[in-house]
Every structure is written in C-alpha cells, then in structure tokens.
C-alpha cells in the first residue's frame, strides 16, 4: 500500500476487474457457449485455445474501439466471427448468435470482488460514490442491477455517454461536470494502469490502483491496495 490518506467528497469506481470480476463472470459464459453451440462437434477441439483466440480477437477490437475506430456493434459481432474463422467456421449467423447470447448472458453472472458489498457500503456513508465505465451501456447497466450495486451509486457515467473513453481527459471533465465535484476533491479508483490511472493522471485526478492482479508497472499511483478491503485503510 502506498500514498498518505486524504480528505476526498467524491469518489469515481471503474466498475470491470475492479469490483465486477470480469473475468470469472465471461469465462462462465465462454463455457456455456462452447457447450450450447456444440462447437466442439463444429471443429474446434480446444476450448483453453478458443477462449485464447477470443481474447487475441477482443482486445484487438477494443483498442480499435477505444480510439474510435470502429463502432460497438461491430466490436461485438467480429469478435465471434473473427474467432470462428480461426477455427475455419464461416458462419455469420452463428456468430450473431453466440454474440447476442453473450451480450445478454455474461452480465448475469454475478461475481464480485470479495468486500465489494462491504467497503462500498462503508463509503457511501462518506463519501458521493460514481461510476466511471467504458463498457457498453446497456451491459453495464445490467450488471449493476443483477449486483445489487446499484443503491451505493449516485451517478453512473458511461462512455457513449460523454463522448469519450478513458484514458481520455474529456470522459473525466464530463464526469466532474455532470456530478458537480472539484477536481481536488475527487479520487479514480480502478484496476487498469493505462486506462484508469493514467487517465485521472491526465486531468490530474489523485488515483487508487486496485491491484488485484499483483502486476508489476512503472507508473506510480498516489494510493496503491491489493484488494478492496485495503480502502478501508485510506478512506
């Protein structure tokens, strides 16, 4: 843990691989769609190397969102269809459906962060609590409430909502504006050195890295915890 305790009125929360565990929850439904969709019997004999291609093809195509380069519903539909063609299946239909059974299915998973419930429900006594995402809206939205995470929240700012994505300064600038909150007084707290960290760093935003994963990195946050439990320390 690292940083000195400060006095904040506004707190922002990146919601995925900070308190949503994003991971746990699409592997889940990489299972059932590997099963439900009988791919084993369409070609693809590995499901650790599906699930391998799948990411190479998400992160891909998220980057390519994040700078703006494609639009969201081509992210989610290539995806598959990339996928599928690694694996030598040309089927645009199937890939429409495994992405819509995604979309709906994977946010349903509920897997959280051991204290998510608990630490949220210490701060909001404190402090207004935000959300910050770059996810989809609509996704999003569906995992607050199959959380029950969404009572802790007094505004929920998304990416197609301002117009921008974090790291970008102008997602930060719509959120202090849309809650009223000073830059002095507000603190980004997530998992993601480049997205989450960097971005408060751009609008010079204090910020707390989450670092579930343990990994190591260059850039230093003004506060630093292995789990959520750790906030109870700083805040």
């Not at 565990?21 to 439900?36: H, L, M, P, V």
């Not at 598959?80 to 890939?95: G, V």
């Not at 009572?151 to 504006?177: C, W």
């Not at 603190?187 to 989450?210: F, P, R, T, W």
Request: glycine share 4%.
């Amino acid at each position: 843990m690292k940083g000195k305790k400060k006095k904040y009125k506004h707190i922002f929360f990146d919601l995925d691989r900070t308190l949503w565990d994003f991971d746990k929850s699409a592997f889940q439904t990489f299972e059932e769609i590997f099963d439900d969709y009988q791919l084993k019997e369409k070609g693809i004999d590995s499901f650790a190397e599906f699930v391998s291609q799948y990411r190479k093809n998400n992160d891909m195509l998220w980057r390519y969102y994040r700078r703006g380069e494609i639009k969201k519903e081509i992210l989610s539909l290539q995806r598959w269809e990339i996928t599928l063609h690694d694996f030598n299946i040309d089927d645009i239909e199937l890939a429409t459906r495994i992405s819509i059974h995604y979309i709906e299915r994977s946010p349903l998973k509920v897997n959280l962060f051991p204290y998510t419930h608990e630490i949220l429900s210490y701060l909001k006594d404190h402090y207004y609590l935000h959300v910050i995402t770059n996810g989809f809206v609509e996704v999003q939205q569906t995992k607050l409430t199959a959380g029950d995470l969404r009572k802790y929240f007094t505004q929920i700012i998304t990416s197609e909502e301002a117009g921008a994505k974090k790291p970008e300064k102008r997602i930060f600038e719509y959120a202090l504006d849309k809650t009223g909150a000073n830059l002095s007084e507000s603190l980004m707290i997530g998992d993601d050195i480049d997205v989450d960290i960097q971005g408060a760093k751009n609008i010079e935003m204090d910020q707390l890295l989450v670092n579930h994963a343990g990994i190591d990195h260059e850039l230093v946050p003004t506060f630093e915890v292995a789990d959520l439990q750790g906030l109870r320390e700083l805040l």
